[in-house]
């Protein structure tokens, strides 16, 4: 699932897109791996 980086004072939350899933605070030394800068969807 695709996750916003939030920053509340020293904690980090991570967001999920998927609004039925809840947000949560990341564990001490996360790492991000990529960045979405796009979506390709087929109709």
Do not use: C
Request: proline share 9%.
């Amino acid at each position: 699932t695709i996750k916003t980086i939030r920053h509340r004072g020293s904690a980090v939350w991570l967001e999920p897109a998927n609004p039925n899933l809840e947000p949560f605070e990341a564990p001490q030394g996360t790492e991000v791996l990529g960045r979405v800068v796009g979506v390709l969807r087929t109709l």
